[in-house]
T-cell receptor
């Protein structure tokens, strides 16, 4: 059973701080990694993708990937109350079926 | 582009009733997926399709059926509704050769 593990939180940070969200995965053959943001009562929205070891930055978001440790993280700099949401980590399954395995998500609250 | 659309947004069913959840995408994506999301349980894959006429079971297919007669449409059928099928249902699509998935707004289903 391929698994994606996330700390369920809740993670609470003050406005302007850095929020750090973590994810580990079990399938060593996984090649594609995604972060989705899900506001309460809404559908998941793709915010970051990463495919190679290292960092990928997009605005206030940075995704980090370490395939040797089977670890992927998302950093949110200068956190805003509008960043309060549940963040889902998703990892592709090996075998070319284009299926993703999702973690259960980490709930982030940014306090004004 | 409307992206992925789902109807209805909300539905209440009585035990034993049947219904079809509609999903349409206008991005010419080959791959389409149905998930259910229960509180605290993450996204569970019900069925997926890699193209018109091709469908396959996901993690939790029991009690559901799908068909894919066109690239655009991927309806999910519940034949004999049970309280265990109370959930939020999301349809998603992805382009061939890529793993990122784009989600519809969801259908909130209650079976009583």
């Amino acid at each position: 059973q391929k698994e994606v593990e996330q700390n369920s939180g809740p993670l609470s940070v003050p406005e302007g701080a850095i929020a750090s969200l973590n994810c580990t995965y079990s399938d060593r053959g996984s090649q594609s990694f995604f972060w989705y943001r899900q506001y309460s009562g809404k559908s998941p929205e793709l915010i970051m993708s990463i495919y190679s070891n290292g960092d990928k930055e997009d605005g206030r978001f940075t995704a980090q990937l370490n395939k040797a440790s089977q670890y992927v993280s998302l950093l949110i700099r200068d956190s805003q109350p509008s960043d309060s949401a549940t963040y889902l980590c998703a990892v592709n399954t090996q075998g070319g079926s284009e299926k993703l395995v999702f973690g259960k998500g980490t709930k982030l609250t940014v306090n004004p | 582009n409307a992206g992925v659309t789902q109807t209805p947004k909300f539905r209440i069913l009585k035990i034993g009733q049947s219904m079809t959840l509609q999903c349409t995408q206008d991005m010419n994506h080959n791959y389409m997926y149905w998930y259910r999301q229960d509180p605290g349980m993450g996204l569970k894959l019900i069925y997926y399709s890699v193209g018109a006429g091709i469908t396959d079971k996901g993690e939790v297919p029991n009690g559901y059926n799908v068909s894919r007669s066109t690239t655009e449409d991927f309806p999910l059928r519940l034949e004999l509704a049970a309280p265990s099928q109370t959930s939020v249902y999301f349809c998603a699509s992805s382009p061939q050769g890529h793993y990122e998935q784009y989600f519809g707004p969801g259908t909130r289903l209650t079976v009583t």
